[in-house]
């Protein structure tokens, strides 16, 4: 199994981003996929959920509204749109596998900065 997230780079305030999970071992269909991001010095955070099947998506309530996680399960990815970017959204993103809440396989991380 293995995920590798993409897509991030250097945005300004206002900017919109999506970044990518590229799934292996695993269908997205089959299985919940999360995003989670890291700002420096702080902790790993959960952002967003897509339940397996159609089964919903889920928002931390600091990005519900800005951000969208979604699923391509043909070509086995999962997406996270990223809205009206704010420098506080700078970290490093990570998306993991996600089985009822448990987290056994992690990407390696994308760099978001934003700064104008």
């Known amino acids: 199994v293995q995920l590798q997230a993409s897509g991030g780079g250097l945005a300004q305030p206002g900017d919109r981003l999506t970044l990518s999970c590229t799934a292996s071992g695993f269908s997205v269909r089959n299985y919940a996929v999360a995003w989670f991001r890291q700002a420096p010095g702080k902790e790993r955070w959960w952002l967003a959920s897509i339940a397996r099947d159609s089964l919903g998506e889920y928002y931390s309530n600091s990005v519900r509204g800005r951000f969208s996680i979604s699923r391509d399960s043909a070509k086995n990815m999962v997406y996270l749109q990223m809205n009206s970017l704010k420098p506080e959204d700078t970290a490093v993103y990570y998306c993991?596998?996600?089985?009822?809440?448990?987290?056994?396989?992690w990407g390696q991380g994308t760099q978001v900065t934003v700064s104008a």
């Open positions: 993991a596998k996600d089985v009822l809440g448990e987290y056994d396989y």
